[in-house]
């Protein structure tokens, strides 16, 4: 059984920055594709950010210039550093181990609560 845990959330103010982590355990952390998620109230889940295994990386077009993820395989972590945030940043953050490209399953942290507001 897969465990996310992420930690970082918290109140920043406009144009500031956070670093958001992911634990993970209980599974082969490097063979799945790691990504970032977001989520406000009444909206679906939108994708943030991913890392394969090779270390190629994806951005949605709003986060571009101002977000990096980034993974430690030898620590089963992974890490999304926010830089120049925006109040349209707020949002629920979510660490996702998906698995799908092996036919293995897909995971969710819990939540981490991100508020950018000044």
């Known amino acids: 059984q897969v465990q996310l845990v992420e930690s970082g959330g918290g109140l920043v103010q406009p144009g500031g920055s956070l670093r958001l982590s992911c634990a993970v355990s209980?599974?082969?952390?490097?063979?799945?594709?790691m990504g970032w998620y977001r989520q406000t109230p009444g909206k679906r889940r939108e994708l943030v950010a991913f890392i394969r295994v090779s270390a190629i990386t994806n951005y949605a077009d709003s986060v571009k210039g101002r977000f990096t993820i980034s993974r430690d395989n030898a620590k089963n972590m992974v890490f999304l550093q926010m830089n120049s945030l925006k109040p349209e940043d707020t949002a629920v953050y979510y660490c996702n181990a998906d698995g799908s490209n092996w036919g293995g399953p897909n995971y969710w942290g819990q939540g981490t609560q991100v508020t950018v507001s000044s």
């Open positions: 209980g599974s082969i952390f490097g063979l799945y594709t």
